[in-house]
């Protein structure tokens, strides 16, 4: 069976976020009120698994590999068999 899982990479709270600040003047030069933007990634990857179960781990184990600990968080979005 075939997953689709969705894996939302963001960087850490306290860590600068030059991209964030950058869409965040473009969105107020152009009028709109905004407090603060951060800019992340957001990954859709579809793999073969067994079940559900297996499905997770794998989307888990993905997701551990493409963040890095020390700057982002991970969260898988969702899964869905397709």
């Known amino acids: ?3 689709q899982a969705t894996i939302l990479i963001e960087l ?3 860590i600068l976020d030059p ?3 950058a869409v965040e003047g473009v969105l107020k030069g152009l009028g709109h009120e905004v407090e603060a933007v951060r800019v992340g990634k957001v990954l859709e990857v579809v793999f073969p698994a067994s079940g559900e179960a ?3 781990e794998k989307a888990q184990a993905m ?3 493409l963040a890095n600990p ?3 968080t991970w969260t898988l979005e969702a899964l869905k068999p397709l």
């Open 1 to 3: 069976m075939r997953y």
């Open 12 to 14: 850490k709270e306290g």
């Open 19 to 21: 991209q964030g600040r």
């Open 54 to 56: 297996e499905a997770r």
């Open 63 to 65: 997701a551990r590999l």
């Open 70 to 72: 020390v700057m982002e």
